[in-house]
Structure formats: structure tokens, C-alpha cells
């Protein structure tokens, strides 16, 4: 074969086996967690999928938070398995409320698991993590946390709040690779994966998975995905050399700037800062806009794009996510949204929103 036909991603090395323990313990130190780490070799929906079938089993009762099409579509997988799944909706695009959840707690004490995403990149909104724990908690309740668009933009002590499961994707805030995920189950929530009596000798199970654990976690089960793990363990270098705690800062500070020269410019923020996400600020259009014509006149160097799902029809989102997570991006994003909104004859004061990033940014 001639070199013609060669590619530097042809023939990639294996990952040395010896190295997956060490990539789980890093991950379970963004975590702050010294659960168990299962590591998937797929996106993270098929971990979430993992986690509803390996807990579910007829009658279980369970609250579900709806808040996107993820969380709708974990509860129909613990429907698939005979789970008496409560379904708990907020309004569309929009955060639950705490008191809803309690109150539904309060309904239902055989509750067994309780399941939300953390936080929603599809409409830029927050669920209140730590209060929905807490409740769950004290009344000895499995959780489930989507924590996907959350990891390293948020903060997230797994062991302080008591989170039983977590699942999450490394593409998002520590800016990774997305073929891979990873879980990290609690003593609590083994027990009840382990009475489940769910699938065995599948993709999806966990109990599967968990005999990487008790073999020595050497070679992980199937075929190995080189290439992701390499690249993850370079997202790991990075976010360890920043250091997990300034990973989080950094996205709290794009967020707080964007939102802040936004308000300056008199744009309606979709959301208050303390039920917005650290990853993405999503903007509402003045009447007479849709996304698809600001998108089309705004430059398109930038990170804009559509809110996703019910409810974000006129929602555009403003994406400051793991490498974006900065001040050129946070800059031209707000001045590419501005720039969008004079061009079909509405009124922006960029200058102004200039002022309000510098401030953040130490001018």
C-alpha cells in the first residue's frame, strides 16, 4: 500500500488497558464522587437508557421531571419496563418548581426513584438541583441526575448532596468527545438495580457493566473505542490543569456577562440568572421575529442558534459551552445577536452590551 492511501486516523493504537481504572477515578474527581464509575462506550442518552431499564421493574414507583424531550423520554422507558411512572411537567421550556415537587413527594411516599435533568441545553434553563436532592433525600429516594449539560459548568459534588446516579457526557463543558459517557451509581442504587431483575447479557445493563468493576476494571467489555478515550483523556488534561472548580467559574462568568450585556441591550431574557443555564443563554425574540430570519442576517461565525422542543419556538439560544465558555465568544456572540436585530429593524445598543461584557471581564 502506498502512502496515498494512508491516513494518521487509520490503524489507531489501542488504549492501554491499564488506563481505564484511571480515567473513571478522574472522571469520579469532576464529580466529586467516590461511588462507582461506569464508563459507556456510546452518547449519553444510551447511558440514560442503560440506567431506566437496569432500575426498572413492574409497579416501581417513580417521579419523573419532564422538562425536555430527555426527561419524556425517561420516563417512557420505565414505562416500557411495568414502572408506575408519575410524570412530573413543567411549563413548557421553562424550569420546575421546587414546591411542585415536593408537593408530588408529599402525594406519592412510595415513591422509589426520582429522575430530572439538571440542566436543559435545548431552552437554556436550570432544574434546582440541590433542593430536588435534598427532598428525595431526607425521604430515602433514589435519584437519577441528567447531568449531560451540566458537568463542568455547574457545580456538582455528587457525595455532598447525596446524588445516587449521575449520568453524564463530557462533549458539552469539558469539551470532549461525545462518543463516550459515563455513570456513577451509589451502594443505594445498586441495591435497587440489583432487585430489579433487569436485562442481563445486553448493552443496556448495567449489572453487565458492573463486572468490569468486580474483575479488576482491566479491559472493558466489547470492542474498545480508542480514538474517544484518547480524546477524552485529553479533555481531562485539560480541565485538570485548569482545575474543575475554575472550569465552573470561567462558564459562570460567560453566563453572567452574556445575560448582563443582553439586559443592557434590553433584550427579554428567557430566564432569571439563578434558573438559567451556565452553557447557554437563551434570548426571547420581539413580536414579529422568528429564529430562522434572525439567524439568516446575523453573521454566522458565531454561536447562534434556535431554542429546541415546546415552548423555545422564539427562543435563540447564545452558546458559551466548554472552549466557548470565553471572552471573544461571549463578545461576539451578544454583538452577532445585536447585529441580527438592527439588520431586520429593531433596536440594539451594542455599545452598551460592550460595557456590560468589559465589566465582567475586568475592564
Not at 486516523?9 to 462507582?36: C, I, Q
Not at 458559551?320 to 438592527?342: E, I, K, Q, W, Y
Request: hydrophobic letters at 50%; charged letters at 20%; glycine letters at 8%.
Amino acid at each position: 500500500m502506498t502512502s496515498d492511501f494512508w491516513h494518521p486516523l487509520h490503524d489507531t493504537p489501542a488504549f492501554p488497558s491499564a488506563r481505564y481504572a484511571a480515567v473513571a477515578d478522574r472522571l469520579g474527581k469532576v464529580l466529586k464522587t467516590k461511588n462507582d464509575i461506569l464508563l459507556i462506550q456510546a452518547e449519553a442518552v444510551v447511558a440514560l437508557e442503560a440506567v431506566a431499564v437496569s432500575l426498572t421493574r413492574p409497579d416501581l414507583k417513580t417521579v419523573n421531571i419532564a422538562t425536555s424531550m430527555y426527561g419524556g423520554w425517561f420516563g417512557q422507558w420505565m414505562r416500557r419496563g411495568g414502572a408506575d411512572v408519575i410524570e412530573l411537567k413543567a411549563e413548557p421550556a421553562r424550569p420546575i418548581d421546587t414546591a411542585a415537587v415536593e408537593a408530588i413527594l408529599n402525594s406519592n411516599p412510595d415513591t422509589k426513584v426520582l429522575a430530572f435533568v439538571h440542566a436543559e441545553s435545548a431552552s437554556g434553563i436550570r432544574n434546582p438541583l440541590e433542593e430536588i436532592v435534598a427532598l428525595a433525600r431526607a425521604r430515602g429516594i433514589v435519584t437519577v441526575v441528567d447531568a449531560v449539560a451540566s458537568v463542568g459548568g455547574h457545580a456538582l459534588d455528587v457525595d455532598q448532596l447525596g446524588i445516587d446516579i449521575a449520568v453524564i457526557g463530557p462533549q458539552k463543558a469539558l469539551a470532549g468527545p461525545a462518543g463516550l459517557s459515563a455513570i456513577s451509581i451509589s451502594p443505594a442504587a445498586w441495591k435497587l438495580i440489583s432487585e430489579a431483575n433487569g436485562p442481563r447479557d445486553s448493552v443496556l445493563s448495567l449489572l453487565d457493566q458492573k463486572a468490569w468493576l468486580e474483575s479488576g476494571r482491566g479491559m472493558l467489555p466489547g470492542t474498545t473505542a480508542p480514538l474517544e478515550f484518547f480524546a477524552l483523556e485529553a479533555a481531562l488534561d485539560r480541565a485538570e490543569a485548569e482545575g474543575i472548580d475554575q472550569v465552573v467559574a470561567r462558564h459562570v462568568r460567560a453566563a453572567r456577562a452574556t445575560r448582563a450585556a443582553l439586559a443592557a441591550m434590553r433584550a427579554e431574557l428567557w430566564v432569571e440568572l439563578t434558573k438559567g443555564s451556565n452553557l447557554v443563554t437563551t434570548v426571547k425574540l420581539p413580536q414579529g421575529i422568528d429564529p430562522d430570519a434572525l439567524l439568516s442576517v446575523a453573521p454566522r461565525v458565531m454561536e447562534l442558534s434556535a431554542g429546541v422542543g415546546p415552548g423555545a419556538e422564539r427562543l435563540i439560544r447564545l452558546n458559551h459551552t466548554g472552549r466557548r465558555a470565553r471572552f471573544d465568544s461571549v463578545l461576539g456572540n451578544v454583538t452577532a445577536f445585536g447585529m441580527g436585530l438592527r439588520r431586520l429593524g429593531f433596536k440594539a445598543d451594542i455599545s452598551a452590551a460592550v460595557d456590560a461584557i468589559a465589566l465582567h471581564y475586568g475592564d
